[in-house]
Nanobody, 129 residues
Framework: QVQLVESGGGLVQAGGSLRLSCAATGRTFSHYAAGWFRQAPGKEREFVAA????????VYADSVKGRFTISRDNDKNAAYLQMNSLKSADTAVYYC??????????????????????WGQGTQVTVSS
């Protein structure tokens, strides 16, 4: 059993930065991939970024490449999303997620919401322009 709690969201001006944190409980989290998704009101949830269990590979949505960085620290049982050069289009509730797989998979696996089993409650990010 893994529980995830996001934090670090808030209100920021366009061009600013935020760092989201995902705190996990459960010893097995360090064996699982972690992902970040976001959902704006009235829109579908979309993939943002993912990282493999040991941090060896990362994948990003085209919309955030070069601006967002995903990382993790298994010693602290946590994952992070550093968001720079924020735009109003980044406004959404951001969710941390974790799968139950062990190993590396194709990029398509990490893009797919169905690959993830554990989900946090979300944290609001609002970017003013």
């Amino acid at each position: 059993q893994v529980q995830l709690v996001e934090s670090g969201g808030g209100l920021v001006q366009a061009g600013g930065s935020l760092r989201l944190s995902c705190a996990a409980t459960g010893r097995t989290f360090s064996h699982y991939a972690a992902g970040w998704f976001r959902q704006a009101p009235g829109k579908e949830r979309e993939f943002v970024a993912a990282i493999t269990w040991n941090g060896g590979r990362t994948v990003y949505a085209d919309s955030v490449k070069g601006r967002f960085t995903i990382s993790r620290d298994n010693d602290k049982n946590a994952a992070y999303l550093q968001m720079n050069s924020l735009k109003s289009a980044d406004t959404a509730v951001y969710y941390c997620a974790s799968d139950r797989g062990v190993g590396y998979f194709a990029d398509s696996y990490y893009y797919d919401q169905a690959s993830y089993y554990y989900w946090g409650q979300g944290t609001q990010v609002t970017v003013s322009s």
